[in-house]
């Protein structure tokens, strides 16, 4: 099982990005899949989780209405399009297999 992030960077508040998390060595579509993030001296916390057929989707309060996860199981990847971002979203964002796979990260900065 490989989970590889990609797309994070440095944006002012106000700004978008959009991670991919591209998948392999197992059967993506089977899977339920997550987005996590670990900002500097802080726990991992959940941001998001999308089902195997993408039909049920769940947030953190603290990213409703701001994140978007989805997924194309043809291309084995989960995505995470974030928009109006704030400060707080600073973090290394990890994708996850049910949490039992993660990524590396990738890093997110939020900053002006």
């Known amino acids: 099982v490989q989970l590889v992030e990609s797309g994070g960077g440095l944006v002012q508040p106000g700004g978008s990005l959009r991670l991919s998390c591209a998948a392999s060595?197992?059967?993506?579509?089977?899977?339920?899949m997550s987005w996590y993030r670990q900002a500097p001296g802080k726990e991992r916390e959940w941001v998001a989780r999308i089902d195997n057929s993408g039909t049920i989707i769940n947030y953190a309060d603290s990213v409703k209405g701001r994140f978007t996860i989805s997924r194309d199981n043809a291309k084995n990847t989960v995505y995470l399009g974030m928009n109006d971002l704030k400060f707080e979203d600073t973090a290394v964002y990890y994708c996850?297999?049910?949490?039992?796979?993660w990524g590396h990260g990738t890093q997110v900065t939020v900053s002006s």
């Open positions: 996850t297999r049910r949490s039992e796979y």
């Open positions: 060595g197992f059967i993506f579509s089977g899977y339920d």
